[in-house]
């Protein structure tokens, strides 16, 4: 990416003729994510016209020592599903941070960093500081049998006491658990009630309680 001068304008060289996802992010006005084609022939000027936007602040400490976390990948689903933030968030010394450039409204907030369970919140913008504990969570050990892995693979769903896919990281918020081997392991999800639902029909759905620190097994068929 090259400036050419004062007014905003720039220039992306040498891309590949393709259809590209664009992303603009700046401090204080909305994320701007949209479409753009790439030609041989060279494109026409894009005009991108930020408006202001909200930030949701947030302070993520470790749960159980208390100590400051210092950073974490976050995910923003607006009212309709919709992604308007994936991405690393930096905190400071304190677990400060800011998911940026948020239009008002109500969003879900997942969070999660490096040996911790994911943590999943509703939250408006604009909003004060949110805090935010995390902590290791348990491990969910799953146990399949020739039945379960009969077409070498099975798909599973983990959804929640409240029937919604369980948030296992900010890049899968739907619960999805796919089994390759006889002996296949979960870790950091968050303590609580689940329910492990096939989705390929190839046993029950099994109830799964995780602790944390501690480690569940499921025997499958």
Same mark, same amino acid.
């Given at each position: 990416?090259?400036?050419?001068?004062?007014?905003?304008? #720039?220039?992306?060289?040498?891309?590949?003729?393709?259809?590209?996802?664009?992303?603009?992010?700046?401090?204080?006005?909305?994320?701007?994510?949209?479409?753009?084609?790439?030609?041989?022939?060279?494109? &026409?000027?894009?005009? @991108?016209?930020?408006?202001?936007? &909200?930030? @949701?602040?947030?302070?993520?400490?470790?749960?159980?020592f208390?100590?400051?976390?210092?950073?974490?990948?976050?995910?923003?689903?607006?009212?309709?599903?919709?992604?308007?933030f994936?991405?690393?968030?930096?905190?400071?010394?304190?677990?400060?941070?800011?998911?940026?450039?948020?239009?008002?409204?109500?969003?879900?907030?997942?969070?999660?960093?490096?040996?911790?369970?994911? +943590?999943?919140?509703?939250?408006?913008?604009p909003?004060?500081?949110?805090?935010?504990?995390? +902590?290791?969570?348990?491990s969910? &050990?799953?146990?399949?049998?020739?039945?379960?892995?009969a077409? !070498?693979?099975? &798909? #599973?769903?983990?959804?929640?006491?409240?029937?919604?896919?369980?948030?296992?990281?900010? #890049?899968?918020?739907? !619960?999805?658990?796919? @089994?390759?081997?006889?002996?296949?392991?979960?870790?950091?999800?968050?303590?609580?009630?689940?329910?492990?639902?096939?989705? +390929?029909?190839?046993?029950?759905?099994?109830?799964?309680? @995780?602790?944390?620190g501690?480690?569940?097994?499921?025997?499958?068929?």
């Open positions: 990416m090259s400036a050419s001068d004062t007014t905003g304008r #720039f220039a992306l060289e040498d891309l590949e003729p393709r259809g590209y996802t664009m992303t603009v992010r700046k401090s204080g006005v909305e994320l701007d994510q949209r479409g753009v084609q790439v030609s041989e022939t060279g494109s &026409e000027d894009l005009v @991108i016209e930020l408006r202001r936007g &909200e930030g @949701i602040g947030v302070q993520v400490r470790d749960g159980l208390g100590v400051p976390v210092r950073g974490v990948m976050a995910r923003a689903l607006d009212a309709q599903g919709v992604s308007l994936n991405g690393s968030v930096s905190l400071d010394s304190e677990g400060r941070g800011e998911i940026p450039s948020l239009r008002p409204g109500r969003y879900t907030l997942t969070l999660d960093a490096g040996g911790y369970a994911a +943590t999943r919140l509703v939250v408006t913008a909003a004060p500081l949110v805090l935010v504990t995390m +902590t290791p969570g348990g969910l &050990e799953i146990r399949a049998g020739a039945q379960t892995l077409g !070498g693979r099975a &798909e #599973f769903k983990l959804l929640a006491a409240d029937g919604m896919p369980a948030a296992l990281s900010s #890049f899968n918020i739907e !619960g999805r658990v796919v @089994i390759t081997s006889a002996q296949w392991r979960v870790s950091n999800v968050a303590p609580g009630r689940y329910t492990l639902v096939s989705q +390929t029909g190839t046993s029950q759905p099994r109830d799964v309680v @995780i602790t944390e501690g480690a569940t097994v499921i025997e499958l068929p």
